[in-house]
């Protein structure tokens, strides 16, 4: 590892990470279509397995999936930094399952825009119900404003917290201690550091993360 990749990464660095979604341009249909067979099967789970994405300085920024990381690499926007040994083939190639790839030309990614998304409060609260803390899958989350809109409660980090339809129906307008609910815990903000612990629990089982992530 050089020292300008140390540098890079340096977690007191002035960039931010962003665990969402928002970073990485959306592939258009026609750039997905080429490069996908009607998917089946073990390629499909393959295709949907975690990828991390770096940014030009070596800087984790985002997990995205194997189908989108492929895009990207055909666009020649990001290149492959590791790959998995299993393959995949497209019409005319087969190529290697990347594990990590790295944005070939540096983005910005400014303290406001982690993006306060749905996705991205339910990965924070790691899928868990923050009232009756029983984890659920995404669709059957809801996002809850702690101190209701009708009281001025705002769309924040620190008022929205994922939960259950259960809980939301006991709590209706009312604040968790009226309702005689307890919040799991407080909610806050995405961190460096949470960014990153969540990188590493979606990559825990990808030795080839590691040395990008700190563990
Ligand atoms: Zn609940």
Same mark, same amino acid.
């Given at each position: 590892?050089?020292?300008?990749?140390l540098e890079a990464i340096d977690p007191r660095g002035?960039?931010?990470?962003? @665990?969402?979604?928002?970073?990485?341009?959306?592939?258009? @249909?026609?750039?997905?279509?080429?490069?996908?067979?009607?998917?089946?099967?073990?390629?499909?789970?393959?295709?949907? +397995?975690?990828?991390?994405?770096?940014? @030009?300085?070596? +800087?984790?920024?985002?997990?995205?999936?194997?189908?989108?990381?492929?895009?990207?690499?055909?666009?020649?926007? @990001?290149?492959?930094? +590791?790959?998995?040994?299993?393959?995949?083939?497209?019409?005319?190639?087969?190529?290697?399952?990347?594990?990590?790839?790295?944005?070939?030309?540096? *983005?910005?990614?400014?303290?406001?825009?982690?993006?306060?998304?749905?996705?991205?409060?339910?990965?924070?609260? *790691?899928?868990?119900?923050?009232?009756?803390?029983?984890?659920?899958?995404?669709?059957?989350?809801?996002?809850?404003?702690?101190?209701?809109?009708?009281?001025?409660?705002?769309?924040?980090?620190?008022?929205?917290?994922?939960?259950?339809?259960?809980?939301?129906?006991?709590?209706?307008?009312?604040?968790?201690?009226?309702?005689?609910?307890?919040?799991?815990?407080?909610?806050?903000?995405?961190?460096?550091?949470?960014? *990153?612990?969540?990188?590493?629990?979606?990559?825990?089982?990808?030795?080839?993360?590691?040395?990008?992530?700190?563990?």
């Amino acid at each position: 590892m050089s020292a300008r990749r140390l540098e890079a990464i340096d977690p007191r660095g002035r960039h931010s990470l962003e @665990a969402g979604g928002s970073l990485v341009p959306n592939p258009s @249909a026609n750039a997905s279509n080429r490069f996908l067979p009607p998917p089946l099967g073990r390629r499909a789970s393959m295709l949907q +397995e975690p990828v991390l994405v770096l940014n @030009a300085t070596y +800087e984790p920024i985002n997990v995205t999936a194997v189908r989108r990381a492929m895009v990207l690499l055909l666009k020649g926007v @990001a290149q492959a930094e +590791e790959v998995h040994s299993a393959e995949v083939h497209s019409a005319a190639h087969s190529h290697k399952v990347p594990s990590v790839i790295r944005l070939l030309a540096y *983005r910005h990614i400014p303290q406001q825009s982690r993006a306060l998304s749905r996705k991205n409060i339910l990965l924070r609260d *790691r899928n868990t119900c923050q009232f009756c803390g029983r984890i659920f899958s995404s669709s059957e989350l809801t996002l809850d404003h702690v101190l209701p809109r009708s009281r001025g409660g705002r769309s924040s980090w620190e008022n929205l917290v994922a939960c259950c339809y259960h809980c939301n129906n006991t709590k209706g307008d009312r604040t968790p201690e009226e309702a005689g609910l307890k919040l799991a815990r407080r909610p806050r903000p995405f961190t460096l550091h949470t960014s *990153r612990q969540l990188m590493r629990l979606i990559g825990h089982r990808d030795e080839r993360w590691r040395k990008y992530l700190f563990y």
